[in-house]
């Protein structure tokens, strides 16, 4: 039956069958193996009439809620996946059928056997997770990204060349408030050390603008999504640390991913 998807995970789901107790999706990333999601995950309030949620045909962003490997069993939630991950979800695989799209050129390009293409994408995949992180990887650092992979080299021509033309550089951006109070005499200038540490990780670019005191803006731009996550705990535990035995609090609330 191929791979099991892991717990938690997003995926892509076409109901298939409704029953009045749940309904039969395919897994659409997994060579539609079957699964199943009960009525009370699929809305977050109680529904009596499930196909006011779900039809047969629809195309849906699940999230794994269990998984019983040796009863081959996959269940399914809806209501736990948020509007923010389920946009990103379509956008990830908005983009790695792109990814397809270009690597396809490249191939038609190099004039590639089935046998070159299917070893060069598992090299590719090898290294760097996916097909369009690949190809990100390309446009970014050219020909030294593909170095000592063996790959042949009409077609390491024909990636560095769409890559180049198609692929911009990924960038993702995240928001939130950073909240410094300070219970000290000499407040505002004890609150001006603190964020003077607070600076933003290389490769990741960062402001601070001031909202009304206590609150400042925090908007941090990287190349995906896991990066500016990472810089925002970076740059919140720098300033957590610079108000470490001062009369000063520190605390930050992320905005909704858009």
């Keep these: 039956m191929g791979s099991m998807p892991e717990q938690d995970e997003l995926v ?4 298939k069958k409704i029953m009045p107790y749940g309904a039969f999706c395919t897994l659409d990333e997994y060579g539609n193996r079957e699964a199943f999601v009960h009525i009370s995950e699929v809305a977050p309030r109680w529904i009596k009439n499930i196909h ?13 809620y269990q998984v019983i490997a040796e ?28 990814a397809t799209k270009l690597f396809e050129v490249a ?3 190099a004039k590639s056997t089935g046998t070159e ?12 997770g996916d097909l369009i992180d690949s ?56 609150i001006k050390g603190v964020l003077s540490h607070v600076k933003a990780p290389e490769g990741t670019t960062a402001t601070l603008s001031y909202l009304g005191a206590p609150r400042y803006q925090l908007s941090v731009t990287a190349p995906d999504f896991k990066a500016c996550e990472k810089a925002i705990e970076h740059m919140v ?14 605390s930050f609330e992320m905005d909704e991913k858009e």
């Design 12 to 15: 892509l789901a076409t109901v």
């Design 52 to 64: 006011e949620f779900l039809h047969e045909g629809q195309h849906v962003v699940a999230k794994i």
């Design 71 to 98: 009863k081959n069993q996959v269940d399914l939630s809806l209501k736990r996946v948020s509007e923010s991950e389920r946009k990103l979800k379509l956008e990830s695989v908005k983009k790695e059928k792109r």
């Design 107 to 109: 191939l038609k390009q």
């Design 117 to 128: 293409a299917a070893a060069a994408k598992m090299k590719l995949e090898g290294k760097y």
């Design 135 to 190: 190809l990100e990887e390309i446009s970014l650092n050219g020909e030294k990204a593909l170095e000592g992979m063996g790959i042949e080299k009409g077609l390491v021509k024909a990636l560095l060349e769409v890559c180049v033309k198609n692929i911009k550089k990924a960038s993702a951006q995240l928001h939130g408030v950073l909240t410094l109070v300070s219970y000290s005499p000499e407040g505002i200038e004890e």
């Design 237 to 250: 535990a720098q300033a957590t640390s610079a108000a470490k035995g001062k009369s000063t609090t520190v």
